[in-house]
């Protein structure tokens, strides 16, 4: 089962930052935070991982709380190709476990 | 590199036929994965392999299903005697050393009628 904690859906308007939240209040500390996305028809993308420190990268930003047991992916300036289902998964460190998804914020950029 | 290829992207067949995916990982990439996902849902783990070697099968994978990885290049998932049920997108996705990210191909979407 999923250890991760979504909203069905959230809606943000083109151009401004899109927030995601992801509860993962059980995570053991050896357990990373991922978040993939897909894009209708298409297969799951990887966006950004992060361990304990905020993580950045050209896609999006990775906002873990002190305790990790909550973290944000932040889209600093959402289009309307970033309308996709969003999973905040969380996966051991050695990488042996399969992702495990549930079922996702579906974001909707609204123009 | 061209990314994980599947085919076919769909498939169309009567309950009780089988049927067969292919999917072509990213190459060097010694993981490769299959997962199942329907409508409305997350895609689901079926079953992963390092090169050749099948290491887990979820209990989602049935006694009908099969997945091979000859030589630890392309890989095949076989569905004996098709049920309504199996209606799904079948998901393949490969990754390489350190396995942290997967990429996934675009799926073979399977209705079975």
């Known amino acids: 089962d999923a250890k991760t904690t979504q909203p069905p859906s959230m809606d943000c308007a083109e151009g401004r930052a899109a927030n995601l939240p992801c509860n993962h209040s059980?995570?053991?500390?050896?357990?990373?935070v991922y978040w993939y996305r897909q894009i209708h028809s298409q297969g799951p993308q990887y966006i950004i991982h992060?361990?304990?420190n905020n993580e950045t990268n050209e896609m999006a930003s990775l906002i873990i709380t002190e305790d990790r047991k909550s973290s944000t992916l932040i889209l600093p300036h959402a289009t309307l190709r970033d309308t996709a289902v969003y999973y905040c998964?969380?996966?051991?460190?050695?990488?042996?476990?399969?992702?495990?998804f549930g079922k996702g914020t579906r974001l909707s950029v609204i123009a | 590199d061209t990314g994980v290829s599947q085919n076919p992207r769909h498939k169309i067949t009567k309950r009780g036929q089988n049927v067969t995916f292919r999917c072509d990982p990213i190459?060097?990439?010694?993981?490769l994965y299959w997962y199942r996902q329907t409508l409305g849902q997350g895609p689901e783990f079926l079953t992963y392999?390092?090169?050749?070697?099948?290491?887990?099968k979820s209990r989602l994978l049935s006694d009908r299903f099969s997945a091979e990885r000859p030589k630890g290049s392309f890989s095949t998932l076989e569905i004996q005697r098709t049920e309504q049920g199996d209606s799904a997108m079948y998901l393949c996705?490969?990754?390489?050393?350190?396995?942290?990210?997967?990429?996934f191909g675009s799926g073979t979407q399977l209705s079975v009628l």
């Open positions: 992060g361990l304990k």
């Open positions: 998964i969380v996966r051991g460190s050695s990488g042996n476990t399969p992702l495990v």
């Open positions: 190459s060097e990439h010694n993981r």
């Open positions: 059980t995570i053991s500390g050896n357990e990373y």
């Open positions: 996705a490969s990754s390489g050393r350190g396995n942290e990210k997967l990429f």
């Open positions: 392999f390092q090169n050749e070697a099948q290491l887990e």
